[in-house]
């Protein structure tokens, strides 16, 4: 039986993007997490905190069980809209991390998701 938690963050490879919408709407965070979880893991998300004030907390979450040797790399993304602050938390089993946030101006944002994408 598996247990949905909180899975390791490597706050090295972990990467905050702002896109601007500028149509006087709050914008984008584009959230990109990678880690190394305890064998056999699966099912990763990013979940927004909901009772976290003062800006965004994001928690890397994954379901683990049954327990394994060793350790598996993930890498899981997601957005959240809101409004822009220039630094979030990340949060893992491991710790919780401050990230600066890279802002693409509106007029950039296509080109950003067409890197992405493509």
């Known amino acids: ?28 965070f584009v959230i990109e997490v990678e880690g190394d979880a305890q064998n056999f893991s699966y099912g990763f998300t990013l979940k927004r905190d909901e009772h976290f004030v003062g800006g965004l907390k994001i928690d890397s979450m994954g379901w683990t069980g049954p327990i394994g040797q060793g350790t598996t790399p993930y890498k899981v993304h997601g957005s959240f809209p809101g409004q822009f602050t220039p630094k979030i938390v990340i949060s893992g089993a491991n710790g919780d991390f401050i990230v600066d946030v890279k802002e693409i101006p509106s ?10 994408v493509g």
């Open 1 to 28: 039986m598996g247990f949905y938690m909180k899975q390791p963050v490597d706050a090295s490879k972990t990467t905050a993007t702002y896109l601007w919408t500028g149509l006087r709407t709050p914008g984008i």
């Open 107 to 116: 007029d950039q944002v296509e080109d950003y998701v067409k890197s992405k």
